[in-house]
């Protein structure tokens, strides 16, 4: 994964049919970045359907949560319907998993997003990275902390 | 490992004996099946420990899925204002695929609250708020779904079906 400290590679991918969205438009937020292996899978939806439930403890924290995957723009348009998501779902479609690429959270194998979080502060800066195991969803305590953490060192400087 | 954060305390809905070596300590959601299937088994770990097991309630709704599940949640606090939690807690999930404000009312009377208090009670800004804490306390636990369960305040991964359940617990008993 990405290591803390850098800057994070810009990319640009559809969020909706007819939208997209380019990470650097959200400078001035903090980004959590959620790569998760594939929409209707139970883990990931377990996984997105939490993250849907903690968005309004993130957004104390000044923080955007985008979920990213390499299915398609119209999958996660059904997918986010069906769940009653209030997030966008990026699609790493075309070419296929170039961003999980990008930050080193591509499973080669499988064709899939590994379950990998980064938490970016307000100048796109990685902050936090965190490499889940495939099966197993790793909840919102890791993202809260790192916000919580960030949030304090900028009260002290 | 995942901690239970914070630890039990006076806010707590606790059943069993605050001596007992063990606590198990549920994130649960009124309106998920799963935690509708565990309700029982936890009846019937609570039945086989007895005094070695005290236990915990902490409402985790996920109310997007479950559109129920934060009413059914504010209900059975409400109820707790009348000292009966653990009745409405039961009788919720007893009949967890009807939880209209109407059902709620209903089974408010049937385990004989004050009903007119309790359809006061269930407006009281204080009480989404405890139900908002206990959802925010099982996020800084690293709860990711429903139910999960602690035990002495670490989190339990392994199987929560009652064969599993009470063989963990019965081990960790002995080793206290």
């Known amino acids: 994964m990405l290591q803390s400290g850098i800057i994070a590679p810009d990319f640009e991918l559809n969020s909706t049919p007819d939208q997209t969205l380019k990470l650097s438009e959200l400078k001035g937020k903090k980004v959590i970045l959620a790569f998760y292996p594939a929409d209707w899978s139970p883990v990931c939806g377990d996984q997105m359907t939490l993250y849907n439930e903690t968005l309004r403890l993130f957004s104390r924290h000044n923080a955007q949560l985008l979920g990213i ?27 296929k998993g170039e961003v999980a690429r990008m930050y080193e ?6 064709g899939e997003c590994k379950r990998a979080l980064y938490v970016l502060d307000e100048d796109g800066i990685i902050r936090w990275n965190y490499l889940s195991p495939t099966g197993v969803n790793p909840g919102a305590n890791g993202i809260l902390q790192a916000l919580e953490t ?7 400087s | 490992m995942n901690q239970l954060t914070p630890p039990v305390n006076k806010n707590d809905h606790i059943q069993g004996s605050s001596h007992a070596p063990l606590t198990l300590v549920e994130y649960g959601d009124y309106q998920c099946p799963h935690c509708g299937h565990a309700y029982p088994i936890i009846k019937q770990v609570q039945r086989k420990l007895g005094d070695r097991l005290r236990f915990v309630y902490r409402n985790f709704p996920l109310s997007e899925a479950h559109p129920d599940a934060f009413k059914a949640a504010v209900g059975a606090e409400a109820a707790s204002l009348q000292n009966r939690f653990w009745e409405m807690h039961d009788v919720i999930f007893e009949n967890q695929d009807a939880l209209s404000w109407t059902d709620l009312f209903a089974y408010a009377q049937n385990i004989g609250l004050d009903v007119q208090s309790f359809e006061e009670d269930v407006q009281r800004r204080e009480i989404a708020e405890k139900v908002e804490a206990d959802f925010e306390s099982g996020i800084r636990s690293g709860v990711n779904g429903t139910p999960s369960f602690f035990i002495n305040g670490e989190k339990y991964e392994g199987s929560w079906e009652a064969i599993d359940l009470i063989g963990y617990l019965n081990a960790s008993a002995n080793s206290y």
């Open chain 1, 69 to 95: 995957s390499v299915d398609s723009k119209w999958c996660h348009t059904a997918f986010i319907h069906y769940h009653k998501f209030h997030f966008p779902l990026l699609a790493d479609f075309e070419p």
């Open chain 1, 105 to 110: 959270s591509y499973d080669e194998k499988e």
């Open chain 1, 150 to 156: 960030l949030d304090h060192q900028k009260k002290k």
